[in-house]
């Protein structure tokens, strides 16, 4: 038997998806909390769904115990043929999979201060299964790539035009492997081989595209995975001239950078960083789910109007979509939020156009693994 893995890098976490020839999974899972303590793997393998606790000192050593994992469940690790990386930015060079070497690397690399919170992760999960199974081709496939097909005149900010000769600065976009496959999800489920959709990637990270006959005509987020939606720590948009004032009241551009990525979106307004505490604060029930606090009415009244800029921020995309597209076949919704939260997509749906709404349970893994 021959295996395709997929690793999906975070700051703190590795995904990993185990395919067969035909993409029948055999084993798949999450290593939480790497480089932290309280450290663990969730993972399922055939029918079985176990947790292991233990200390993971980095990615290396995250994809070693994976590797054990695998050995342990008589999973045979130098069946594995190819490898798969996730990598989030990769500029207006990368436009499809490629072969990793050292040369790549270093280009990965550069991106790494435009998406300083992805590329880093994403490079330690590909030098570690370098050095874990040397002989198996790595490939890398960009959530950038799937966004080449924006015009300049949507991807060019209203900036001095040197200043995309010179540093390249334009609109880039992201999640484009979740667009990707949504896309072509809803076009199956459509029957529509070349579908106009709005994708709506909701999750931790929050994205919209347009999508025109099957490909991205414009996208939320922009030159970093900053601009666009409000996320969950993230801000999205805001009026830029707000940086400025705070420099001048004495932050640094680092402390607002941090505030912007880290302390911003749902959990600025909120106080709350799970989307479960911020619906049930909002007045919404979770089934299945108890929170580990009490919601005062301060609480309730923060997290309500959390919710309710997120939902009108998503209105306001997807009434400029409708636009740009004329014509919608569906509204897509993806993403840990999009797929398991009925609720938000009723509020986000709610004085729109009777669109159709398709959900599509998102998988990076199985696209990227069709497409190296």
Do not use: W
Not at 150 to 157: A, H, K, P
């Amino acid at each position: 038997m021959k295996y395709t893995l997929i690793i999906n890098a975070g700051s703190s976490s590795l995904k990993f998806k185990l395919f067969e020839s035909d993409f029948n999974v055999v084993a798949e899972g999450i290593v939480e909390k790497v480089g932290l303590n309280g450290s663990f793997i969730d993972y399922k393998i055939g029918k079985n769904r176990n947790v292991q606790t233990g200390s993971v000192k980095n990615h290396k050593d995250a994809i070693k115990k994976v590797f054990i994992l695998f050995e342990q469940n008589k999973l045979d690790i130098n069946s594995i043929v190819k490898i798969g990386h996730r990598v989030v930015h990769g500029g207006e060079e990368f436009v499809k999979p490629v072969l990793i070497d050292n040369k790549t690397l270093l280009k990965i690399d550069k991106y790494s201060k435009l998406a300083p919170l992805h590329n880093p992760n994403n490079i330690a999960g590909i030098k570690a299964c370098q050095k874990l199974l040397p002989k198996v081709p790595n490939y890398a496939v960009f959530d950038t790539s799937f966004h080449n097909t924006i015009s300049d005149e949507v991807f060019l900010y209203p900036l001095p035009l040197k200043f995309y000769k010179k540093h390249q600065i334009r609109k880039y976009g992201f999640h484009g492997i979740s667009h990707q496959y949504a896309t072509a999800e809803a076009g199956k489920k459509l029957k529509k081989k070349s579908p106009n959709l709005i994708t709506c990637h909701l999750g931790s990270g929050c994205s919209i595209t347009a999508i025109q006959k099957g490909k991205s005509i414009d996208t939320s987020m922009g030159f970093t995975p900053l601009e666009g939606l409000m996320m969950m720590t993230r801000s999205g948009n805001i009026d830029p001239a707000i940086i400025f004032y705070l420099m001048g009241q004495g932050y640094s551009a680092a402390n607002i950078e941090d505030v912007l990525i880290d302390h911003s979106g749902l959990k600025g307004v909120s106080g709350l960083s799970d989307m479960r505490d911020i619906m049930i604060g909002a007045g919404y029930k979770i089934p299945g789910y108890n929170p580990d606090r009490t919601f005062v009415i301060d609480d309730k009244k923060s997290a309500k109007l959390a919710l309710d800029m997120f939902v009108n921020r998503i209105k306001k995309y997807i009434g400029s979509y409708s636009a740009i597209l004329e014509k919608v076949d569906a509204i897509v919704f993806t993403g840990g939020i999009g797929e398991r939260n009925k609720d938000v997509r009723d509020l986000i749906m709610k004085g729109l156009p009777k669109y159709k709404v398709v959900v599509v349970e998102a998988d990076e893994e199985l696209m990227i693994a069709k497409k190296i």
